[in-house]
């Protein structure tokens, strides 16, 4: 039986058996809470708008026997395409749906961005498999929209075409020094861990002392866990062996995660911050005077966010108790949240050839609350470290000239998922609000998404008649020498995976080259 004498986040931890509380649901990073608080109650609101327009749907979207059935595309296999594709396939009964995903497995963050020690978040899964089991669902991987095939051909061959391919670029740091060796985006690093063929060879170095991660949201926290988790803690995850190997030769043994406000403004929910007080074998840094004066402030917060800033407050402030202050003393690793500070350039070794340390601006904040905004103070000071990851953002791409793409947000233009002045072409999932929120966000999103396309059909809004959907699309790729990779050629690939994973007690072992997953298939 827990004491009763034990802060309120204590009882959180202890109390890991019960239900998740309302609105709690997994992140791309792994976390069970709404990241971002403050658009908490516009989610809640979202989904209420979807759940009232899937009752009219079941109502008005029946369709006539007689009526062609829908052929209607996605593109990508993440969160918000095979959302989209769910709903889709649920509010009309003969609709068609074929995913397209450029790389040669499914499932996009999910599989190459929520962190290995982190499984309960994949059971979505479970899910996005039935969906593409149904036999008015196809997925076709290895194929890349905008290079095998053009958006204008998909509009030529089906009734509708969603845009759901994420944010798989990262935000600069545009800062001198940048280019270093030993400075990457967080993006890549998760990628490397998790399997992502295009980052396998990373091979950061982590003989330093010392790493820096610029920003402090959920991913910022996922990395640096990485770094600092005992190894032995990750062998039994799906990290690549490969990731593993380099992680047992770490030398890394403080790990610091700056940001450019303050504490009230983290975001980071609360579920990562507590796995990183409670991570074996290291203890915390922070600074009591980053905490001046904010128990009044954090009186008017937002529930989520006064717990979060408690927690952040109590660890900074409040003597450990003994049990815990044993645990520090024989910590080996250190981590620290450092506030008010802006990156202004990455120092180099006196030979040029790596990073040696980064030069901070100090900052300070104008406003309150979320909406403050960091300015110069005009004192900087410098940070020694071996390596810097940039965690201060994903972004999306354009993906073929014809499409509409806002370059300043990142994302596609569009109004509740329809692509401005492009009927019948959709978007949902961050390319169609940024990279913000967490799964369930996307959820609603993309449900949404897929709200306003059937009812663009109900309309006779979108082509009438007969579409050839995959077939023509079929007969394109092939003359183009693109080989697609079927859910079927997947789900052995999934086999071979967990096979070689069950030796080491893994639940898989990821393959990583793309040739060698074809040659799997017989390619």
Not at 35 to 46: E, V
Not at 97 to 115: S, T
Not at 129 to 150: I, K, L, P, Y
Request: glycine share 10%.
């Amino acid at each position: 039986m827990a004491p009763r004498c034990w802060p309120w986040w204590h009882w959180s931890a202890w109390r890991r058996t019960r239900p998740p509380p309302v609105g709690s649901t997994p992140t791309f990073g792994g976390s069970d809470e709404v990241g971002d608080l403050a658009n908490a109650k516009a989610l809640r609101i979202k989904r209420r708008r979807v759940q009232m327009g899937v009752k009219l749907e079941k109502l008005q979207l029946l369709p006539d026997a007689h009526e062609q059935p829908p052929q209607i595309c996605v593109v990508g296999s993440g969160p918000a395409g095979f959302y989209t594709a769910q709903h889709l396939l649920k509010h009309h009964p003969r609709a068609h749906v074929d995913i397209y995903e450029k790389q040669l497995v499914p499932f996009g963050l999910v599989r190459f961005g929520v962190a290995p020690d982190h499984p309960e978040v994949k059971n979505v899964i479970n899910t996005f498999t039935q969906t593409a089991r149904s036999d008015r669902c196809a997925f076709h991987g290895n194929v890349v929209v905008g290079r095998d095939v053009a958006v204008s051909e998909l509009q030529a061959a089906y009734h509708a075409v969603v845009l759901s391919y994420g944010a798989e670029d990262h935000q600069g740091l545009e800062i001198p020094g940048e280019e270093l060796p030993g400075v990457f985006s967080a993006r890549a690093f998760v990628g490397w861990y998790n399997g992502l063929p295009e980052d396998r060879e990373l091979a950061p170095d982590l003989s330093c002392d010392t790493a820096v991660i610029l920003g402090q949201g959920n991913v910022a926290l996922d990395v640096a866990r990485i770094l600092l988790t005992p190894p032995e803690h990750l062998e039994k995850t799906d990290i690549t062996e490969a990731a593993l190997g380099v992680l047992r030769q770490s030398r890394v043994k403080t790990v610091w995660i700056v940001g450019r406000r303050g504490p009230l403004q983290v975001a980071f929910t609360i579920k990562e911050l507590r796995e990183m007080i409670q991570l074996p074998g290291t203890r915390p840094m922070l600074d009591p005077a980053d905490f001046l004066g904010l128990q009044d402030r954090i009186k008017e917060a937002p529930r989520q966010r006064k717990r979060l800033t408690e927690l952040l407050l109590w660890t900074a402030t409040e003597e450990p108790g003994v049990e815990e202050a044993a645990r520090r003393v024989l910590a080996s690793r250190t981590w620290g949240l450092r506030f008010f500070r802006s990156p202004q350039q990455v120092l180099a070794s006196p030979d040029g050839r790596r990073v040696a340390g980064i030069r901070l601006a100090v900052t300070r904040l104008e406003g309150v609350g979320e909406a403050a905004r960091a300015v110069p103070t005009g004192d900087a000071e410098d940070l020694p470290c071996g390596l810097v990851l940039s965690s201060v953002g994903y972004k999306s791409r354009p993906i073929d000239p014809s499409v509409p793409f806002d370059p300043k947000r990142g994302v596609i233009p569009n109004t509740e998922g329809r692509v401005v002045d492009v009927p019948g072409l959709y978007c949902s999932g961050w390319v169609k609000r940024g990279p913000t929120g967490v799964i369930a966000t996307t959820m609603t999103d993309s449900f949404l998404t897929g709200q306003m396309l059937l009812q663009d059909l109900k309309a006779g809004l979108l082509p009438s008649g007969p579409r050839p959907g995959y077939a023509a699309i079929e007969a394109l790729l092939s003359s183009r020498g693109v080989r697609p990779v079927s859910f079927a050629d997947w789900e052995k690939l999934d086999a071979e995976e967990v096979s070689r994973g069950k030796g080491a007690g893994k639940p898989r072992e990821k393959l990583l080259d793309p040739q060698e997953m074809l040659r799997l298939l017989g390619r």
